[in-house]
């Protein structure tokens, strides 16, 4: 790899100064310690500033290049950015990992201490943040000219314990150490009105004067791509009062009232909601969001005013995607900035907004699709509901000339004329937007038919597909550095931006030596993984069992509930035939691993951890039970522990009920790190199968369409339950206080849940599932056949990086170009 030279005059002797000698500089100068009173904090934040000094030039350069050649440009809206830690990421993107290593090593520290001494960033709650984080790798990598916008929360997602198995929440404070990567830029500040009132002058101009207004202020982070020529720019707003602090009031001694402006207005990016598929139907989220949107449209329009002097052709030079409906209020929020500000007529302002505009859409439960009470959204922003309403009068004239009937119409319009409580957010959406994006093939068909049916009818040619990628920097190279290497090895490096390349190690599945290699990988990181197990839990694992693991946030839909059920089944099979005599085999061993955080208003996927707590207490501790079987859960899930868990696992869950989950990340990162996928036909596990093929992971139960159908008819899950001894006996279980020591109450909800509508089907996915986790312990005794599959399933996940799909909305969706479209 070659480190590029950035040619900025004032900087030019940064690159001959030995990186080790920049960082003993920063430890001295920046953090103000000597090397005798050095934590690691202090290293690691001297390692980065380090580091950061070099992306700057390849931040100031990009930025100079995408001016001079007025590029198109990308802003990625986003509430959540689920980022992890930094320092390693850049130092390897920067091609300074093993320089850095060798210094900290040579200064008697321990390498792993010092690049761990930083908190995640985890300003998001699951799979949404954490794709909007691979998205920025992904510009950076293809040279698309993106920029990132969301909110900089001072406290993220909250700190999960667990008292007696159960979830509690604790805040967490990642800035109380100081955040290296960040630039604060007080210069760049805008105003954003709440509340108030508008005046139409004789012309019919709007006028509106808000109540209140707050602060934003930018705080940048650079994003450098693969080998870090190209460095983009993550901008997060920070909520500060607008106008100083009142002096005249603290002096007359009310000190609270004058403190109380400047913590209402700093609240607004206070806290990340931990909502997860769930509306927060709070008048501070509807703050939050038009926040960081107002912001984000003001910002980009100012500079795109220092190279242009109309708007008339914005969708040219600009593409702006929201991330989910969380910044949907960009649609009103940008006509009117069009309209009232820059004189533009309505109709002309709505033709701009859906020429620069596009939607993804992250979830189909329709509880999740945001809506706001009409009466919340008139108090707060009185203007971008009369211009909702002008978008309404419109689309009705639209729908109308398309022949739809008034009943159709009224039903897909922001407010519903008949029943005006609400503004739905997913309509606005979609009707604002140039492109309206799904997460996997299954996804975007079921919108289609479901949820933006009757849009979709009337915009046939708006929906579109883009599968979602994982970057193949954080979630191979280095969170597997044995694997990476060995593929490297192999292959050569081309691989790390092109990772289809891997396709060239599938001749080697079957080779005795290269799957030795492989193995002896998978084994260091299943102990690294059972180190971090025993550190954390004091459980002690046998890395010779089938590192069972399923992490993601904890959901009905996702279904840890069946997998816990399947390791009761287990822990009462092993009970029956202790040295599987009866059955003919010994057991294979197993670790059923999980991790997940629910959302704290969630009260059954709360009693879902409780369950696996309580089954871990007594699997665990059971004699008869020995190494046959240990059930973990791992508090506190975040990035970084992804890191460790997914390189170390041998086969990953991904049975969601078929229909409910979108896409799904995990999926690709565990296959791409070799664990066999044991899933549902759903999300990106239907295009996983056509990568990897049929006989390298292992499909089970109802399928989307069946799904659908049994919810419709309401079947019940008795006829099945009547019929399974397996299941009636886990259920017997629940009720009669086995797992919750003696108490029978614990699990009254879980059972009327499960065992009377079982809306989620895991009563009929039940035995599908058992029998294919039987067929998986029979093909692990097998390690050769196991290997094959699992290098395989490596060699063919190319497809899934997330440049494929940066690569893929920048031709089809945001018309930008990168360094592979030759512009
Ligand atoms: C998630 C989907 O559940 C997951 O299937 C998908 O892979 C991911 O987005 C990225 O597209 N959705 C969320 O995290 C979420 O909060 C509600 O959606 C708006």
């Known amino acids: 790899m070659t480190t590029i030279k950035h040619k900025i005059d004032d900087a030019k002797d940064l690159h001959d100064e030995p990186f080790g000698d920049v ?89 792993e201490t010092v690049l761990h001494a930083e908190q995640d960033a985890a300003l998001g709650n699951g799979g949404l943040g954490r794709l909007a984080a691979c998205f920025m790798d992904s510009m950076a990598t293809t040279g698309v000219a993106g920029m990132g916008y969301g909110i900089r929360y001072q406290h993220g997602i909250f700190r999960q314990t667990l008292e007696d198995g159960w979830q509690m929440e604790e805040p967490e404070d990642w800035l109380f150490e100081g955040n290296s990567w960040e630039f604060r830029r007080p210069e760049v500040v805008y105003e954003i009105g709440f509340g108030g ?17 707050v602060q934003a202020v930018a705080f940048d982070m650079p994003i450098a791509g693969w080998e870090g020529d190209h460095v983009n720019t993550l901008r997060l707003w920070s909520a500060r009062q607008s106008g100083m602090m009142n002096l005249d009031t603290f002096n007359d001694g009310d000190f609270m009232a004058a403190a109380r402006q400047q913590v209402l207005a700093e609240t607004i990016s206070k806290v990340l909601y931990p909502g997860d598929h769930t509306p927060q139907g709070r008048e501070l989220r509807l703050k939050q969001e038009v926040f960081f949107t107002s912001a984000s449209l003001q910002d980009m329009l100012r500079r795109f005013f220092t190279n242009y002097d109309n708007l008339d052709n914005l969708g040219d030079h600009v593409a702006v995607q929201l991330n989910d409906t969380h910044p949907a209020i960009a649609v009103p929020e940008l006509i009117r900035i069009l309209m009232d500000l820059h004189g533009y007529t309505f109709e002309r302002a709505l033709e701009i ?86 997460v996997s093939a299954l996804h975007t068909e079921l919108m289609k038919q479901t949820v933006f049916h009757d849009l979709h009818t009337m915009y046939p040619d708006k929906i579109i597909n883009q599968t979602n990628g994982v970057t193949p920097r954080r979630w191979l190279l280095e969170c597997n550095p044995g694997l990476a290497g060995l593929i490297t090895e192999q292959i050569g490096d081309g691989w790390i931006d092109d990772l289809e390349q891997l396709q060239k190690i599938a001749p080697l599945a079957t080779d005795a030596a290269f799957q030795k290699a492989y193995r002896a990988v998978k084994s260091a990181n299943k102990q690294r993984l059972a180190d971090m197990v025993q550190e954390r839990t004091g459980i002690t694992l046998n890395t010779d069992a089938i590192f069972d693991t399923q992490i993601k946030r904890i959901h009905e839909y996702k279904r840890q509930h069946m997998n816990i059920m399947e390791a009761i089944a287990l822990y009462n099979a092993i009970k029956a035939d202790p040295e599987g005599t009866k059955r003919g085999a010994a057991w294979q061993p197993r670790v059923k691993i999980f991790a997940g955080k629910a959302a704290p208003s969630y009260f059954f996927a709360k009693l879902i951890i409780k369950l696996i707590n309580d089954v871990a207490a007594v699997v665990n501790n059971d004699p008869d039970i020995g190494d046959k079987l240990k059930v973990v859960f791992l508090p506190n899930y975040n990035v970084s522990m992804a890191e460790v868990l997914i390189p170390g696992s041998d086969l990953s869950e ?6 409910f989950e979108a896409s799904g990340t995990g999926n690709m990162k565990f296959a791409l790190n070799g664990a066999l996928t044991i899933g549902t036909l759903d999300g990106a596990n239907v295009e996983m199968l056509d990568h990897v093929g049929e006989d390298n992971i292992f499909i089970f139960g109802l399928k989307a369409d069946e799904v659908a159908e049994r919810q419709h008819r309401r079947a019940r899950p008795s006829e099945v339950i009547k019929n399974s001894p397996m299941l009636q006996q886990i259920m017997s279980q629940l009720s009669d206080g086995t797992f919750s020591d003696g108490e029978t109450e614990r699990y009254r909800d879980f059972l009327t849940n499960v065992g009377d509508h079982d809306y989620f089907q895991v009563i009929p996915d039940f035995q599908a599932y058992w029998d294919m986790q039987r067929q998986l312990d029979g093909l692990y005794q097998n390690a050769e056949a196991w290997f094959e599959k699992a290098i395989l399933n490596t060699a063919r996940m190319g497809w899934f990086s997330s440049d494929r799909t940066i690569r893929s909305y920048a031709d089809q969706i945001w018309r930008a170009p990168h360094k592979m479209s030759g512009t």
Do not use: C
């Open 654 to 659: 991904q049975i969601s009920t078929a229909g």
């Open 197 to 213: 009132h508008v005046t139409h002058d004789a012309d019919g101009k709007a006028t509106w004067t808000p109540a209140e207004s």
């Open 353 to 438: 907004t859906r020429e620069t505009l596009h939607y993804t859409n992250h979830t189909l439960l329709p509880e999740a699709l945001e809506k706001w009470p009409k009466d919340l959204f008139e108090h707060i922003l009185p203007r971008h509901l009369q211009i909702i309403n002008m978008i309404d009068g419109h689309f009705y004239q639209e729908a109308m000339a398309k022949g739809l009937d008034h009943h159709i119409i009224a039903g897909i319009q922001v407010i519903h004329p008949h029943q005006q409580d609400w503004v739905r957010m997913g309509n606005l959406a979609f009707i604002g937007s140039r492109k309206v994006n799904g």
């Open 23 to 111: 960082v003993l500089r920063h430890l001295i100068y920046s953090v103000g310690k000597d090397k005798t009173h050095a934590e690691a904090r202090d290293w690691n934040v001297a390692v980065s500033l380090a580091v950061r000094d070099r992306m700057v030039e390849g931040w100031i350069d990009t930025t100079r290049h995408v001016y001079a050649r007025q590029q198109k440009r990308v802003y990625y809206l986003s509430m959540e950015f689920m980022i992890g830690r930094m320092l390693e990421d850049n130092l390897t993107n920067l091609g300074l990992l093993s320089e850095a290593k060798e210094f900290i090593a040579s200064q008697g520290l321990d390498v």
